[in-house]
């Protein structure tokens, strides 16, 4: 390739990817102009969440939990966030605590609700892996999600947890609330939402112990939590 050639490749290359920004702003400046015209910008009132006042009701109430006790129900706040803090029980040797953060707004989004947990519990961590589970819901649909959580192991000087946690939402759940985000932008496009709820589960264990041996509770628990939350409060009326 000679010179010349070279030139007017670049060229070529560097006109194409002017179009293709010229074309981007083009379509942002479609979506934008009709709310700019109407005195509003799209992200200032997204659509609003239809179950959102069932979702905030969660922090007065807690979860009903099929096949547990709610032993005692509390609302400690957690780094300015007023959380519902549920102790449970299946039956005398097998309990767990189940922390719910519900969206309080339609412009909350989830951040570092896991940093602020940690900080609340003054835990050491370790043992993270990724868990995943199925949960499906008791409606008449019987409508199935996937969730993707994070399960470690975390202590302080009296006790030692099993930790399950994900950002529960409609149709599964993540610990990232990276996922949460674009999947709400893309439901903002069509006029829809996608509301959520951070759920934390501890498990007590022996001190320092092996957070497997208990992991067929936590996700026994996990499914419950996920699915009560579809058939109920993330649930349309």
Same mark, same amino acid.
Do not use: C
């Given at each position: 390739?000679? =010179?010349?050639?070279?030139? $007017?490749?670049? =060229?070529? $290359?560097?006109?194409?990817?002017?179009?293709?920004?010229?074309?981007? $702003?083009?379509?942002?400046?479609?979506?934008?102009?009709?709310? =700019?015209? #109407? @005195?509003?910008?799209?992200?200032?009132? /997204?659509?609003?969440?239809?179950? $959102?006042?069932?979702?905030?009701?969660?922090?007065?109430?807690?979860?009903?939990?099929?096949?547990?006790?709610?032993? %005692?129900?509390?609302?400690?706040?957690?780094?300015?966030? #007023?959380?519902?803090?549920?102790?449970?029980?299946?039956?005398?040797?097998?309990?767990?605590?189940?922390?719910?953060? /519900?969206?309080?707004?339609? #412009?909350?989004?989830?951040?570092?609700?896991?940093? !602020?947990?940690?900080?609340?519990?003054?835990? #050491?961590?370790?043992?993270?892996?990724?868990?995943?589970?199925?949960?499906? %819901?008791?409606?008449?649909?019987?409508?199935?999600? +996937?969730?993707?959580?994070? =399960?470690?192991?975390?202590?302080? /000087?009296?006790?030692?947890?099993?930790?399950?946690?994900?950002?529960?939402?409609?149709? @599964? @759940? %993540?610990?990232?609330? @990276? +996922?949460?985000?674009?999947? !709400?932008?893309?439901?903002?496009?069509?006029?829809?939402?996608?509301?959520?709820?951070?759920?934390?589960?501890?498990?007590?264990?022996?001190?320092?112990?092996?957070?497997?041996?208990?992991?067929?509770?936590?996700?026994?628990?996990?499914?419950?939590?996920?699915?009560?939350?579809?058939?109920?409060?993330?649930?349309?009326?």
């Amino acid at each position: 390739m000679n =010179y010349l050639d070279s030139k $007017l490749k670049t =060229y070529n $290359l560097k006109l194409s990817q002017v179009i293709l920004l010229l074309f981007l $702003l083009v379509l942002i400046a479609l979506g934008a102009v009709p709310s =700019y015209l #109407k @005195g509003r910008w799209a992200w200032e009132q /997204p659509p609003p969440i239809p179950s $959102l006042k069932q979702i905030q009701q969660l922090r007065k109430t807690g979860l009903t939990v099929p096949g547990w006790q709610t032993i %005692s129900q509390q609302n400690p706040e957690v780094s300015g966030h #007023k959380w519902s803090f549920q102790n449970l029980q299946r039956d005398p040797q097998t309990q767990a605590v189940l922390m719910l953060l /519900p969206q309080n707004g339609p #412009k909350e989004q989830p951040q570092v609700e896991w940093v !602020d947990i940690k900080g609340f519990w003054r835990w #050491k961590t370790d043992n993270y892996r990724s868990a995943q589970f199925t949960a499906t %819901s008791t409606n008449n649909n019987s409508q199935t999600a +996937k969730v993707e959580a994070q =399960y470690f192991r975390g202590w302080n /000087p009296t006790q030692t947890y099993a930790v399950l946690q994900w950002y529960a939402v409609p149709n @599964g @759940g %993540s610990p990232d609330p @990276g +996922k949460w985000f674009w999947a !709400d932008q893309m439901a903002q496009w069509q006029k829809r939402r996608v509301p959520w709820v951070a759920v934390n589960i501890q498990i007590p264990i022996e001190p320092l112990g092996d957070i497997e041996k208990v992991w067929p509770i936590a996700e026994s628990i996990g499914k419950t939590v996920q699915s009560t939350l579809m058939s109920g409060p993330f649930r349309k009326n």
